[in-house]
């Protein structure tokens, strides 16, 4: 159930990126957005925990501001995975995953606080 409940909030956060960010886009139904948001959790799940490890001292540094850049960096990973499995995600440039990550960060939060609530 919780994954279910993960995988539901992933896919409204990237919806609502892909509607408000410019450069970020999803052509496809619902349904390949549930296989993005999949792509998205992988990737969160396995990728994005090394990522943070290695650059530690950068975080570290930028107290803590550099997790937005890896935010997007990972947004950017899931258009490049999701490209490949033909997914019709895409993110054009650092940019806008720069921005797409940071409204997914957010919308995600923000609705993971909604659903605990209940």
Do not use: C, K, Y
């Not at 895409?90 to 909604?114: D, K, N, P, Y």
């Amino acid at each position: 159930m919780r994954f279910l409940v993960r995988l539901l909030v992933n896919a409204a956060a990237l919806w609502v990126a892909t509607r408000t960010v410019p450069g970020v886009s999803h052509a496809g139904s619902s349904l390949t957005l549930f296989g993005v948001a999949l792509v998205f959790g992988v990737v969160n799940a396995f990728v994005r925990p090394v990522a943070r490890v290695l650059t530690f001292p950068l975080v570290f540094l930028t107290l803590g501001l550099f997790l937005l850049v890896i935010n997007g960096l990972m947004l950017w990973l899931t258009s490049a995975l999701s490209d490949a499995l033909a997914l019709g995600f895409h993110v054009r440039g650092f940019w806008s995953a720069f921005w797409g990550g940071l409204v997914v960060s957010i919308v995600s939060t923000l609705l993971f606080l909604v659903v605990r609530e209940q």
